[in-house]
């Protein structure tokens, strides 16, 4: 921990290192020029035992590599800072009475303005998004920051977007870019009525008009999905309850093993809700969805499910051997617009998690998933690819080889990693749909070194394409993005 007379002293590093192995597969990856970056928690800058969020970026050009780190500069980063400690809550730590009285505090902060929530209270931790000329940093209760990547490969952040003040309400972390109309889809959620609201950002990024979407509680809802003429809202059953907060010092979201899975298919382009169709599925609850597609009449979603989701398992804050039955599989769920009916197909075995394509197919029917292998939730093993043409094996009890199994990168005893990003050789889709790269952070316990590796997601070959060696330890953390160097540029002209 670095600290100054009680204030944080924040370090950012931009180190210039040599590219391990790019020669490995010729010129054909030493040409590529791009920024990767990933979402991940500071473990040695604290305040007050409350962390604060960086992206940890790599940026390879002309065969050499850049790695930065910095903060998303948000208000509530700047007021932490000025205050020389958290003021700001917390939702992990919203438990039991002391949970309830953090709020209290919160509020009074709120109401003598001795904390300024006009710019919003969020981390922008969760995920990153490029759209219109724009990277965003994003945080589901929050609205996004807009971070620009410098010729250098640093990282600079410009502030909060709303849209033109068009933008009264969060900003899903996983928006969704249609790679053919260059249209961005959003929502985000809260906790009074209607308890969800839907957008469309056009091209040019310009907000439309809300359209509100009536659930009968509310819930969190994290990640949502489109095909080409549709979008697929989720209200699953993990409900905001803070009165179990108190009652059972368990987080205020809480999870209702006896509600059904609700799904929402609605035309992209409805003015009002009116033409939403519910569906039913037994209950679960879904982090995130790989992709969603049509079939006829059927709207096809590729998702990973899980079944009782335990939010103090996966806050970290029960012990491992409370994790044990945590089960996270791939599943193909299809909602039927013409009859109304829903069903739904188990694709692996557990546990799989942060699932990635080829995003030029997002919304079109694609064949290739590539998933993270997770370890008791915790820690992420290994890379997964998935076939949806070929069937899973049955009797299967574990992750392996076989069937719709093409390709398992283990990153070996001890190392673990991030959320992998599927790059392509080319871009578009003339290409075949698994010509590309998988990129990810790895972090070595045996060592305590961390590195970039790329590996060849076609052949998902045990032998990296290439290894950056960083400079310092890159803490586990969320999701992770890439931004290509024609968006690097164009970000120029903003």
Not at 66 to 83: D, G, I, N
Not at 162 to 177: E, G, N
Not at 242 to 265: C, H, Q, W
Not at 444 to 466: H, L, Q, R
Request: charged content about 25%.
């Amino acid at each position: 921990m670095v600290s100054l007379s009680g204030l944080v002293q924040i370090q950012n590093l931009l180190q210039l290192l040599d590219i391990i192995g790019l020669t490995v597969m010729g010129t054909s990856f030493a040409v590529l020029t791009f920024h990767f970056s990933v979402h991940s928690k500071l473990s040695q800058i604290i305040l007050e035992k409350k962390c604060h969020y960086m992206i940890h970026g790599l940026h390879i050009k002309d065969g050499k590599a850049t790695y930065v780190s910095r903060f998303v500069r948000t208000s509530r980063l700047k007021q932490e800072e000025f205050f020389g400690g958290a003021k700001f809550m917390k939702i992990g730590d919203l438990k039991g009475l002391f949970g309830l009285f953090s709020v209290y505090i919160y509020m009074l902060r709120e109401k003598l303005k001795v904390l300024d929530t006009s710019y919003g209270n969020g981390t922008a931790n969760t995920a990153m998004i490029y759209h219109h000329g724009k990277l965003l940093a994003l945080h589901e209760g929050d609205k996004p920051y807009v971070v620009k990547v410098l010729e250098d490969g640093d990282l600079q952040t410009l502030g909060m977007l709303d849209y033109d003040k068009r933008l009264q309400h969060s900003f899903t972390a996983h928006p969704k870019v249609d790679p053919v109309t260059g249209e961005m889809f959003t929502f985000g959620y809260s906790q009074t009525p209607p308890y969800a609201t839907y957008r469309v950002i056009s091209k040019d990024g310009v907000m439309q008009d809300p359209v509100p979407i009536t659930i009968p509680a509310s819930v969190m809802m994290h990640d949502f999905a489109i095909t080409e003429n549709y979008s697929i809202m989720m209200d699953l059953p993990l409900y905001f309850k803070p009165k179990e907060m108190v009652k059972n010092k368990k987080l205020a979201y809480s999870f209702d093993p006896t509600k059904k899975a609700r799904f929402g298919i609605l035309p992209r382009y409805a003015k009002n809700e009116s033409l939403i169709k519910w569906f039913e599925l037994p209950n679960c609850f879904i982090f995130h969805n790989a992709n969603a597609w049509e079939e006829g009449d059927d709207v096809v979603l590729i998702t990973c499910r899980l079944q009782n989701p335990d939010l103090d398992a996966i806050n970290g804050t029960e012990k491992e051997q409370q994790r044990d039955g945590f089960t996270n599989e791939l599943y193909e769920m299809r909602f039927n617009i013409k009859t109304g009916l829903a069903s739904q197909k188990k694709l692996s075995e557990s546990a799989v998690d942060f699932p990635r394509v080829n995003e030029n197919y997002t919304g079109r029917k694609q064949r290739y998933v590539y998933g993270t292998i997770l370890n008791h939730m915790a820690k992420i093993t290994g890379i997964v690819k998935f076939d949806l043409h070929a069937e899973p094996e049955t009797g299967k009890t574990k992750l392996e080889v076989g069937g719709n199994v093409l390709g398992i990168f283990d990153l070996g005893p001890g190392r673990f990693g991030s959320e992998a990003i599927f790059v392509p050789r080319q871009p578009g889709t003339e290409c075949e749909e698994d010509d590309g790269y998988l990129i990810l952070f790895v972090h070595d316990e045996n060592t305590g070194k961390s590195s970039v590796n790329v590996i060849d997601a076609k052949t998902m070959s045990a032998e990296p394409v290439a290894v950056v060696e960083l400079p310092k330890r890159v803490p586990y953390g969320f999701h992770a993005f890439f931004v290509t160097e024609e968006q690097i540029l164009e970000q120029a002209k903003l």
